[in-house]
């Protein structure tokens, strides 16, 4: 039989074997000293899980160390002498983790000789004893004296045996002539008896589960161990890069061979939707177990709604730690086969929703069991005391003892360079996570500025059907959704102009605040307008033009949800009012009385809005897209939201049939603060507080600039003696549950950083602020200096606060007044201007081969001609 394995001795470049063993199993040596020991059990720890490593260790290698090798995670050593491998055994090491050296092969499980040893006769007679004990557990290794050519290793893998080649003789390239490819030493093993010369391939994920049933062939293999992704063969379109073109790429983890060489093995890390064409994980119809339980917790992770059970086990640690320890008090006093099953899943599911919580996943833990079950080692095996007597007085009393679900510490721990802050108390400490940026990689630096999850593979499915509702049903779907999900029973799903008073009865100092927010916000707005159009004589004869008009009708969207937001009212409006657009349409959710805020109505009558929807969610966002009986439909529409709301605002915009755009993708709002040793304190901590009482997926990031302890501490007691004293303290506990201070040491630091996270508000409480501002390149709007917090920006200095969050300033503007034009060009061209350009003109289109193109200009000059 032949085996997946291409052991790869490489004494001087261990980091080269991943990429190498992706098509089996890597060996490592000759280890010859402690320090060899060390540097080596730190690569297997390092990547456990992902590459199968056995060590080659040398006479001077002790015992106690070869063990440890062994413990660490090494699948089996290869001792240089039969008194090693003897010692190994007495003390009762497995068979299965020796390879013997030599020719003695008597209840041990693989043998390595050198192919100038292997005479046809000791061939004959290792296949005969060593491989053929039916189990498949028996392996012969073959080591060359020298670089083997391709054809030798043939003859080696025909025996079948499992040839060990030197890591630098290898390569990934197979168009390399000077070294072995690894691909053609793979596939020296494969066998198949198709007219196509292609092998049958099954698509396994890192768990096992199979994804599907592909077909494979030498330049397929070949490919996909270079690219290190998931590469077959098509029997009709020749190679295919898996997910190419829908996204749903793979990253291959390593190339098996069944035991008759006759298929092969892909274990992928598959990305995107799923592996089939339909959409769905797998192409075998749904998968259950464990891999099915983990994605059904990420999808509640993301999606639970607040108050749901599921959401408070992901919410409170209390609780969800109080179920674990209930579920294994009661699997221990299980007894019958069926309550130790239901018991032993409880317990699953509740540890489970931990990992999931912790972003653990369970591949990981089942590197870990895999890694326990490496271990030669054993403990002793009693459990702490405290438990000991818990099983005790449990034994002796019929009643169970209440779960100890207290807090041990609110304060904060220290993991590495990162000071963890325990948030979890409703009435501890409310803390921002420290990180020393100067002690983590880039890789988890990267990591910790990653925003809170907000996307998830389900939000279409539950967006898409209410967007189609509301499409074909109209105003009749529109009331339905709003009497579901705002409770207000209506009897039109909209407020027309001219707007009852009534409804936008207000006391005067609102009213005031309103006014004078309104100006400054049209004053800025109005400055943004072009004074002519932009008119260049590109050359004499040939003018261009570029100029501006409104979008027509636009569709201005004020979220309700956990506060109001009149504000948004005047940053949308206020600019569809400068830019002179004909139709503006408000939608707001209503109140469960049918009523809307009055500071929004009278923001909507202030800048002359034709009407307002009376809905929130992705049935506003349809109403406005497609219009209804009642609805005007709109040219474009704009405003924050929820995930449902942005899910159905990229969802229309790719609907042609709709014919509207959107101002940009959204997700929580969030702000990043810079602060140095002369930042107030009280001030830092106002600002992150402002953000954080937005929703408990907004972030709040400080970087604290070269500030030493006790400066670090000062901030840390504002924010939480401030945060304790707002009413939406529990918001602002789980906002701040996943924001961060980083620790820099120069303010250049600290703004690269800054434009790496590319924040929706930036702060930058620096002395000589302003100095600064050149240097950032991503932000969706800059407060500059000690006296400029983010809230004016929100209301009243004349900026526009609706800006793109989740990283999109890299690549998207706030919206402003060209938010509610488009442009357009014109050219004008005298008969001089033509003849200049027009032989050019002509040529191009003649390369293009759009003859009437040429033909337009060709005609023209002809008469020019005459």
Known sequence: MTFPLLPLLAPCNIASTPDLSVVGHTLIGPVSTSQDVATVKDYISANFGLVEFSVQVTSAIDIDDIISLLDTGADAVFPETDEQAIALFEIGIPGSRVVFPGEDYDDVKGVYVTSSALTPDLASKL???????????????????????????????????????????????PAATDKLSVAAVFSSALTTDRPDGYFSTVVVDTQGVALGLVYSSEESIAQAIKARAGVYQSRKRGLWFKGATSGAVQTLVRLELDCDGDCVKFVVQQAGKGFCHLDTTTCFGKSGGMPALERTLVSRLENAPAGSYTRRLFSDEKLLSAKIMEEAEELTTAKSKDEIAWEFADLLYFGMTKAVEAGVSWADVERNLDSKAKKITRRKGDAKQKWIDAAKKAAETPEKP??????????????????????????????????????????????????????????????????????????????????????????????????????????????DAIDLSFENVLKFHAGQLESAPLVVETVPGVVCSRFSRPIESVGLYVPGGTAILPSTALMLGVPALVAGCKNIVFASPPRSDGTLTPEVVYVAHKVGAAAIVLAGGAQAVAAMAYGTESVPKVNKILGPGNQFVTAAKMLVQNDTSALVSIDMPAGPSEVLVVADKKANPAFVASDLLSQAEHGVDSQVILIGVDLNEAELQAIEDEVHEQAMRLPRVEIVRGAIAHSRTFQVKTVEQAIALSNKYAPEHLILQLESA?????????????????????????????????????????????????????????????????????????????????????????????????
């Not at 100890?404 to 009435?427: C, F, L, M, P, Y």
Request: proline share 6%; charged share 20%.
């Open 770 to 866: 302003s100095k600064y501002v050149d240097l950032v390149q991503h932000a969706g709007s800059v407060f500059v200096g000690a006296w400029s917090p983010e809230s004016c920006g929100d209301y009243s200095s004349g900026t526009n606060h609706t800006l793109p969050t989740y990283g999109y300033a890299t690549v998207y503007s706030g919206v402003n007044t060209h938010s509610f034009m488009k442009h357009l060009t014109s050219q004008e061209l005298t008969p001089e201007g033509l003849k200049k350009i027009g032989g050019a003109v002509v040529r191009l289109a003649t390369v293009e081969g759009l003859d009437a193109h040429g033909n337009a200009v060709r005609v023209r000059l002809e008469h020019l001609a005459k």
């Open 402 to 511: 209440a779960p100890n679900t207290e807090s041990t510490s609110s304060s904060a721990i220290v993991n590495g360079a990162v000071k963890q802050a325990d948030n979890r108390e409703s009435t501890g400490r409310i803390q921002l996570t420290r990180v020393d940026v100067s002690d983590i990689s880039e890789s988890e630096l990267t990591e910790l500025l990653r925003r809170p999850a907000q996307k998830n593979a389900n939000i279409m499915n539950l967006v898409g059907p209410i967007v189609e509702a509301v499409r074909t049903r109209g105003d009749v779907a529109l009331l339905e959704f709003t009497a579901k999900f705002e409770k207000a029973k209506l009897k039109s799903p909209v407020l027309k102009a001219p707007f009852p008073p009534e409804l936008m009865e207000l006391d005067q100092e609102t009213k």
């Open 127 to 173: 296949s005969k004893s060593v491989l053929a004990d039916g189990t498949g557990s028996q392996k012969l290794y073959v080591t060359f004296s020298a670089t083997p050519t391709l054809e030798q290793v043939k003859k080696i893998t025909a025996l079948p045996a499992i040839p060990i080649i030197p890591a630098e003789a290898l390569t990934t390239d």
